[in-house]
């Protein structure tokens, strides 16, 4: 790791200026562990200091870097690949090592993410809610709710409710479901609408944009695809647009990310452990057969909804994903 730190550094030191503050980003795209990695960026700072460099930090907070190192630790396939881009001004400056850990270093990803399919059809998918027991399925879309029964291992339609909106919906929808003592709600981004599906399916709507519940103000923003609320949203650099809290099945308390990829034609999902504001993946990629629509926490712990637009078949589908430990 030390010889690693020190060759980057060599390739890097002679694209920034002499005795510069280098102001030093790092990111992990790969499933070595935080603790590792927090190890190399420490030998990297050290390593910059020895070559008459040195990194901005609260010692040098009245001066402002005159440079910027982000170094990013990814994949390729040949191995782990670390990327150093180098921003003097307007100019850019790259350069990439092969990082070629011992086989002992090698840590195989500690959660696995299954991927059960519920339901496939023509028109785009909102969210899905399983309710009694998950022996029946709501189905939301831009126009109605639909209840599905399950008899042996086929979903049978049971009834359809439409959605009366005070407005249309803005392009490419967005909505949600929600179980709540009564039944449901459903939340767009015009209206709330509340429901039952039993002893039939029912549902009504309202112009106001309410909470979430068990939420921290979380709503979405009046006609807008765009969420809002009191708690800091999460984002990282090779994201996409959706993701997902889910308990983390390898720990007692705490919780992982499930992010879609910022692919937006041939998608996939991945399971990130968030330490010292960085987004440390514990998962292989899941690949997907096209772009992720929504992606919501499900109602039973440990899952989460996910719906994608099958480039191959045209088809949206619907699916639970799951996290297991794999260590």
Known sequence: ?????????????????????????????????????????????????????????????????????????????????????????????????????????????????????????????????????????????ADKVVSYRLIGDKWSLTATASLVLPRPLPRDPRGRMEATTEGFEAFLPVATCSGAWQPELKLKCDSGIANWPGTSGTHWMPDRNVLEGDAPALSFEGWGSDWANLADPCAAA??????????????????????????????????LPGPVTALWPAETTGQATIVVHNLQTGEYEVSRLGVACTQ
Request: aromatic share 4%; no cysteine; net charge negative.
């Open 1 to 141: 790791m030390t010889e690693t730190a020190t060759q980057l550094v060599a390739r890097t030191s002679s694209l920034l200026p002499r005795r510069a503050i280098v102001s030093l980003e790092v990111q992990n795209l790969t499933p070595l562990p935080a603790a590792e990695w927090s190890n190399f960026r420490n030998l990297l700072r050290d390593e910059l200091r020895k070559s008459g460099l040195e990194t901005a930090g609260a010692e040098t907070a009245a001066t402002s870097p005159e440079s910027r190192l982000r170094v990013t630790l990814s994949e390729d396939a040949r191995g782990l690949l670390l990327v150093a881009e180098v921003f003097n001004g307007e100019s850019r400056q790259i350069a990439m090592l092969p990082w070629h850990l011992p086989s002992s270093s090698t840590v195989k990803p500690r959660i696995s993410i299954t991927n059960k399919l519920l339901w496939t059809q023509a028109e785009p998918i909102l969210d899905t809610l399983l309710v009694d027991s998950a022996s029946e399925m709501l189905l939301l879309s």
């Open 254 to 287: 705490g919780t992982v990310e499930i992010a879609s990829s910022p692919n937006t034609e041939h998608d996939s999902v991945r399971a990130y452990l968030i330490l010292d504001r960085q987004a440390n993946p514990v998962s292989d990629p899941l690949p």
